[in-house]
Nanobody
Framework: QLQLVESGGGLVQPGGSLRLSCAAS????????IGWFRQAPGKEREGVSC????????NYADSVKGRFTIWRDNYKKTVYLQMNSLKVEDTAVYYC???????????????????WGQGTQVTVVS
């Protein structure tokens, strides 16, 4: 089973930046899509970004397009999410998830998420 561990969350002012990491273990290959999701208090979980297994295709939700960047280092089995120009409304617990059945994404989300990390808190406050 794939294990995912997120890190990099924290407290930041509006306009600031954070870089999240999602480290994978338990699989010998990296042939699976990875997605970032977030859940704000009182709201449903939503997709943020997704990257295919090779890293050659990235997709973003409209709310983060132009501000967030996703990439992956398959040698390190780590996926990153660079978050710039953060807004108060970006405050949420951020999760990474894997779809080990597919190497591609469904837009900015996963077709069938199979494994989830424990989440990392991102708080944007002035």
């Amino acid at each position: 089973q794939l294990q995912l561990v997120e890190s990099g969350g924290g407290l930041v002012q509006p306009g600031g930046s954070l870089r999240l990491s999602c480290a994978a273990s338990g699989f010998t290959s990296a042939l699976y899509a990875i997605g970032w999701f977030r859940q704000a208090p009182g709201k449903e979980r939503e997709g943020v970004s997704c990257i295919n297994s090779s890293g050659g295709s990235q997709n973003y939700a409209d709310s983060v397009k132009g501000r967030f960047t996703i990439w992956r280092d398959n040698y390190k089995k780590t996926v990153y999410l660079q978050m710039n120009s953060l807004k108060v409304e970006d405050t949420a617990v951020y999760y990474c998830a894997a779809d080990v059945s597919h190497y591609y994404c469904s837009g900015y989300e996963l077709l069938s998420p199979s494994d989830w990390g424990q989440g990392t808190q991102v708080t944007v406050v002035s």
